[in-house]
């Protein structure tokens, strides 16, 4: 049995998209088990720095809903 977890890649943010061209870059194997081999290494502490993540909710357009604003 085998567990898969999807990641996605935005093609209009430029951070995302240079991350996916490094990722698929030939020279670093298969994507699986280059995240792999970042994984293990996150384990063992072999990170550079901790990852930190600032969330900013996005604003509400005036006038719309949420959902409505992508409508």
């Known amino acids: ?7 996605s890649f935005s093609h ?3 951070w995302e998209r240079d ?3 490094y990722a698929l870059d030939p020279g670093r194997g298969k994507f ?3 995240v792999k081999r970042l994984i293990e290494r996150d384990r063992a502490g072999l ?4 990852i930190v993540t600032d969330v900013v909710p996005a604003p509400t357009p005036v006038g ?8």
């Open 1 to 7: 049995m085998r567990t898969n977890k999807t990641v």
């Open 12 to 14: 209009t943010d430029e």
């Open 19 to 21: 991350l996916l061209d």
């Open 32 to 34: 699986g088990p280059y």
């Open 47 to 50: 990170s550079v720095a901790p």
């Open 64 to 71: 719309k809903t949420v959902a409505k604003a992508f409508l």
